[in-house]
């Protein structure tokens, strides 16, 4: 007994169940990599629809009659991360924070969306790593 497809089938009927097989793996292929594609593309689409979504900016109700009304807090490092939150925290309650790191257009932002909101709060370009940026960023606070 043989199981071999060439020679128990007609040489004609071998080349036309040949070219089914070959058009039948070129159609799955085809239809394999367009649903690869459509998966890409659905996860692509997802990204990028999260990616439009914008984080709400953070609301917050000053009181300038808070538990550190008039309060000058000065703090190193707040254009991002805990920093950055310390800053909004102490504005919130009254404080006039004066704060410092080396990305300028973070500090600014940071800066003015707490003044928006009713809050104190000024931004200097300082590298703690520099003796002078700090002794600056100290002598310039104690001037406002
Ligand atoms: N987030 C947490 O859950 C967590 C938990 C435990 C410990 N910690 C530690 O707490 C620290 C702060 O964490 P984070 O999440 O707030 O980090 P972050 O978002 O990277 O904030 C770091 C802040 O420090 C500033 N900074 C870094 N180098 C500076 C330099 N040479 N001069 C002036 N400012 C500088 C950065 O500003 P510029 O880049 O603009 O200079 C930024 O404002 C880190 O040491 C972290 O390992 C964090």
């Known amino acids: 007994m043989t199981d071999n497809f060439e020679q128990t089938t007609p040489p004609e009927a071998n080349s036309a169940s040949r070219k089914l097989t070959k058009g039948l793996n070129r159609r799955r292929m085809i239809l394999g990599g367009a649903s690869v594609a459509g998966v890409t593309a659905t996860v692509f689409a997802g990204r990028a629809q999260a990616n439009t979504q914008k984080a709400p900016a953070p609301q917050t109700t000053v009181n300038p009659k ?3 009304a008039g309060k000058v807090v000065l703090i190193t490092g707040a254009t991002s991360g805990i920093g950055e939150a310390t800053a909004r ?3 919130k309650e009254g404080a006039i924070v004066h704060f410092c790191g080396r990305r300028e257009a973070l500090g600014e932002k940071i800066a003015q969306e707490i003044t928006a909101q009713g809050g104190r709060a000024s931004y200097q370009k300082a590298d703690v790593r520099s003796e002078q940026d700090v002794k600056s960023f100290i002598d310039i606070c104690v001037q406002k």
Do not use: E, W, Y
């Open 66 to 68: 808070g538990k550190f």
């Open 89 to 91: 925290a102490f504005a």
